[in-house]
C-alpha cells in the first residue's frame, strides 16, 4: 500500500492495475515513471509496490516490441522506468537484481547521453548506496564522488543532490574507517544544510548525528555529547523522540 493504504482508491489488485496502466502511459511519455499513489503522493510500498514494478515492467517491454528503433526521448523514458524498477528492488531488499539493473541502465544512458547527464549521476549515486550495504567500500566511494563532482559541475556545490552525495561520501568514509575524512565531509554538508534548509530541517539532523557518532568514535566524547543533544531538540521539534536518529541521540 501507501500512506493512505489504498483505502479511498483501490480496493482489489486488479483495481489498482487497471488505474496504473492508465497512467502509466502517460507516465512514460513524460518521462515519469514513479511508483506514487495519486491520492496521498507518497510511494506505493510493500506489495502495491511489487505489482507495479512487474506491470512497469511489461508495459517498456510492449513499448519495446512495438518500437524496436526508438528516438532518444522513448530510449531516454525507457531508462527512467529502468531506474525506477531498480529503486523500487532496492527498497525490497533485492540488492543483487537492483545493482544489476543500475549498471545496464548506467552503461545505457552514457552512450545515449554522456556520462555528466544527471540521470547517469543519479543511478550512480543509488548504486554506490546499495554497493556500500554490500560491502564494496572502494567501488561504493568511486561511484558516490564521481555523482558528487558531475552535480557539483551540474548545479554547483550547495544544490541538495550535491549535498546529498557529500554526505553519503562521508558516510561511506565512516563505514571503511577513514574517520577524519568523514568528520571533514559530514561538517561541511552540515554548515552548508544548517544555511540552505534550517537547523531543524530532518536532512541537516541527519548529518549532525552522523557527525555526532564520528566524533563519538574518535573519542571527542564533549564535543559528539554537544551535537547529539542539540540534534535530539531538534528531532523532538520535528519527528518526536521516538524517531530512529533520537534513539542513536539518547
Known amino acids: 500500500g501507501c500512506s493512505c493504504r489504498g483505502t479511498m482508491r483501490f480496493i482489489c489488485k486488479d483495481c489498482l492495475t487497471a488505474q496504473w496502466a492508465m497512467r502509466c502511459k502517460d507516465d512514460l511519455d513524460n518521462g515519469n515513471a514513479a ?9 506505493f510500498t510493500g506489495k502495491a509496490a511489487e505489482i507495479l514494478v512487474g506491470n512497469l515492467q511489461s508495459t517498456v517491454q510492449t513499448r519495446t516490441e512495438a518500437v524496436p528503433q526508438p528516438d ?8 527512467k522506468a529502468q ?8 527498497r525490497q531488499g533485492k540488492t543483487s537484481e537492483a545493482s544489476a539493473l543500475f549498471r545496464s541502465t548506467i552503461s545505457g544512458l552514457k552512450s545515449l547521453k554522456g556520462p555528466m547527464d544527471p540521470l547517469v549521476l543519479s543511478c550512480q549515486h543509488n548504486l554506490s548506496l546499495i554497493l556500500l550495504g554490500q560491502g564494496s567500500l572502494k567501488e561504493a566511494e568511486a561511484l558516490v564522488k564521481t555523482a558528487r563532482l558531475g552535480f557539483s559541475e551540474l548545479y554547483g556545490p550547495e544544490h541538495p543532490l550535491t549535498l546529498k552525495a557529500c554526505h553519503n561520501e562521508a558516510m561511506i568514509a565512516q563505514t571503511a574507517g ?3 575524512k568523514a568528520r571533514d565531509g559530514y561538517q561541511f554538508v552540515l554548515e552548508l544544510r544548517k544555511k540552505i534548509l534550517g537547523p531543524e530541517h530532518l536532512d541537516t539532523l541527519k548529518t549532525a548525528s552522523n557527525l555526532g557518532l564520528v566524533l563519538h568514535t574518535k573519542g571527542q566524547t564533549a564535543e559528539a555529547e554537544q551535537i547529539f543533544r542539540m540534534t535530539l531538540q531538534g528531532l523532538e521539534h520535528v519527528v518526536g523522540r521516538r524517531h530512529q536518529l533520537a534513539v542513536v541521540g539518547l
Open 72 to 79: 532518444i526521448e522513448e530510449q531516454t523514458a525507457r531508462y
Open 178 to 180: 577513514a574517520l577524519d
Open 83 to 90: 531506474m525506477t524498477r531498480a529503486t523500487e528492488m532496492w
Open 35 to 43: 511508483l506514487i499513489c495519486d491520492l496521498c503522493h507518497q510511494r
